[in-house]
T-cell receptor, first 115, second 113 residues
Framework: DTGVSQNPRHKITKRGQNVTFRCDPI?????LYWYRQTLGQGPEFLTY????????KSRLLSDRFSAERPKGSFSTLEIQRTEQGDSAMYLC?????????????FGPGTRLLVL | QKEVEQDPGPLSVPEGAIVSLNCTYS??????FMWYRQYSRKGPELLMY????GNKEDGRFTAQVDKSSKYISLFIRDSQPSDSATYLC?????????????FGQGTILTVHP
């Protein structure tokens, strides 16, 4: 049974560099979410997709951030010109898109450190 | 003011104790209530899901929702060292059964033998 997978698990980069993270949802889950979690805080919503359509974006998602989900399968989150404030755990979650009580299943996260 | 407030603790209890974790929220539009458990350096995992006022029990865990007071609780009976983790309340607005979750800050729980 494969859950949500995220790669890389850890990323260290220098300020100003671009980084890209990948999320592979549970097979046949048509909704995919991105959250950001800083130390000592709960996850904060960034954006979500239904299939390949990006349906909602948080105001936290500045124009340096872009997310895609081509073909409605895996998703990528890119951060351009990284800043130290971008250091956080980036979490991906997926849900089946059916049923009355939707459950979001989270991946292990990508921990980003911007030096 | 945050939409969801949760006491970050930390909370330390002896094995076997009853643990009470709480969150308050401000938005009446919130209709779906969840509790997630997060172990260190892992993603959150769902423990309980409720959508109405009242109690829901699952093994040693009981989730309680009071919509009139905008207050939710998670009780853990006979706590075990393996329950040591961060507990996050998560809430979603009504209207649809899917969409973004708004999380509390998380409460760090340690159960010592």
């Amino acid at each position: 049974d494969t859950g949500v997978s995220q790669n890389p698990r850890h990323k260290i980069t220098k300020r100003g560099q671009n980084v890209t993270f990948r999320c592979d949802p549970i097979s046949e889950h048509n909704r995919l979410y991105w959250y950001r979690q800083t130390l000592g805080q709960g996850p904060e919503f960034l954006t979500y997709f239904q299939n390949e359509a990006q349906l909602e974006k948080s105001r936290l998602l500045s124009d340096r951030f872009s997310a895609e989900r081509p073909k409605g399968s895996f998703s990528t989150l890119e951060i351009q010109r990284t800043e130290q404030g971008d250091s956080a755990m980036y979490l991906c979650a997926s849900s089946p898109g059916t049923g009355f009580q939707e459950t979001q299943y989270f991946g292990p996260g990508t921990r980003l450190l911007v030096l | 003011q945050k939409e969801v407030e949760q006491d970050p603790g930390p909370l330390s209890v002896p094995e076997g104790a009853i643990v009470s974790l709480n969150c308050t929220y401000s938005n009446s539009a919130f209709q779906y209530f969840m509790w997630y458990r997060q172990y260190s350096r892992k993603g959150p995992e769902l423990l309980m899901y409720t959508y109405s006022s009242g109690n829901k029990e699952d093994g040693r865990f009981t989730a309680q929702v009071d919509k009139s007071s905008k207050y939710i609780s998670l009780f853990i009976r006979d706590s075990q060292p393996s329950d040591s983790a961060t507990y996050l309340c998560a809430i979603r607005a009504g209207g649809t059964s899917y969409g973004k979750l708004t999380f509390g800050q998380g409460t760090i729980l340690t159960v010592h033998p």
